[in-house]
């Protein structure tokens, strides 16, 4: 009895792992105030100085609130040039959910006039996740051009209801993942 219920408690630890790795991340992009300019004209780094902070990985998504403005996905070139002539995918109705579906790097721009300039622009880095890093060597796959506001990279999603979540909901998966980890290993020990 004491063994099936040991097996049990295993199973159990592992499903609940397995859950927290698969599961992607919110993250609200500019905290409470939302995606706007940022307040200080000297801080045009903003966003991406919130973005080094952060670990983002496949299944994670960005959430942009705003209004009057929209969010531009755009290739590096028209992030530098802060051009959102021709972006891969732009949203523009005030609630924007960004997941991503690939590694490797993602710009966002406001598609508003002289907002990017005034720092309302965003790079993200997707990491290769650990389990996925030696399996293949190959960069991520070169963001896919075009302007439509259904064609790119990612899946962005326009719908209103966004669940509220932290800011910063890594270190809690990740202590939690720990945490699991060690009660395997006390669990096999005994």
Known sequence: MEDLARISFFLLLLSISSLLSVAGLEFHVGGPRGWVVPAAVDDPEYYNRWAMRERFHVGDSLYFKYKNDS????????YGECSAADPLV????????????RYGFFYFISGASGHCEAGQRLIVRVM???????????????????????????SGSGSGSVPAKSDSPRPIREGLG?????????LLLV
């Open 71 to 78: 969010v531009a996905v755009v290739d590096r070139e028209a």
């Open 90 to 101: 732009l949203f523009d109705n005030g609630n924007t959910t960004f997941r991503f579906d």
């Open 128 to 154: 290769v996740h650990p389990a996925t890093s030696g399996a293949s060597g190959s960069p991520a796959p070169a963001p896919v051009t075009g302007g439509s506001s259904n064609s790119g990279t990612g």
């Open 178 to 186: 720990m945490l699991i980890e060690t009660l395997l290993a006390v």
